[in-house]
DNA sequence: TATATAATTCAATGATGATTGAATTACTTT
DNA sequence: AAAGTAATTCAATCATCATTGAATTATATA
């Protein structure tokens, strides 16, 4: 009988997320956004990058739905980005349920030189 | 005055963990261990993929320290992997402390058309 | 000793995606 | 209308790394 697998359905997104995330310059960025720096110009100033460069992240931050951005109203050139809130409890959820210890199971004895009949002082192989 | 950045000390290694992460199939080789899943040969049931694939896999895993490996004493062909539960706190540690909603800061102000007199009206684009 | 098994290593390939520089867009100011 | 500014888009390049198939290692069994 093989493995009956059930994934956590917010699976596949959880792995998108830190997808999006992984990238260490994205996190940076992220980071900044935390911290309630917002427009491109200011991350340029904070982090080095060509401009160019992090619109293409600010974009992928966008698409996978991590931030929001709006024009300034009084000077439409501006752009400001923040942490979309809700994404954000969202990610914590489903990073939290899927990295829970609480989650580990004891060894499965599927496999192995016994079979279902693994003798027990090789249990503490945990 | 440009920003003065100092991003959380395991900035750099929360990275390196997601990035490892993040890898789809690393992600569910991983999900299944947390169910108990623990031998090359039952991952390759489960998830239909080639043995060295899975190997490279558990060796990125475990080179970035997040599981541990050892030999069945019996039959000692037969490696057991299994996730490195204080691995898996620090991680959680590590995550909870970058992500947590209550560290984010109002706007910051040192760009945009007004400079740090903008318009209180405008404070609602958070 | 020879063969089989579990797993890993090796070398090559391919795909993804970050980065770069040069346009281009959107908007404001003169 | 012309020039300037913030930001984005585009096309091309480059690096990383997952994947694949073919050895190779380590161990056990016949």
Redesign the pocket.
């Known amino acids: 009988m093989p493995n009956t697998i059930s994934p956590p359905t917010n699976l596949q997104r959880l792995a998108e997320w830190l ?2 995330l992984a ?4 996190l940076l960025i992220f980071n900044l956004m935390m911290e309630g720096v917002q ?4 991350l ?1 100033d904070g982090l080095q ?12 931050l966008r698409e996978a739905g991590l931030i929001d ?1 709006e ?2 109203a ?8 923040s942490i979309n809130l809700q994404a954000l409890e969202e990610l914590n959820q489903a990073w939290s349920s899927f990295f829970d210890p609480q989650r580990i199971k004891p060894r499965r004895l599927t ?3 016994h079979g279902e009949f693994i003798r027990l002082d090789l249990e503490e192989a945990r």
Chains 1, 2 share one sequence.
Do not use: F
């Not at 427009?39 to 200011?42: F, G, L, V």
């Not at 990058?49 to 974009?59: E, G, V």
């Open positions: 997808k999006v990238e260490p310059n994205r427009c491109n110009c200011e340029g990058m060509a401009p160019n460069l992090i619109s293409h992240h600010l974009r992928v951005v024009r300034d009084l000077d439409a050139r501006w752009m400001y980005y496999c192995g030189p």
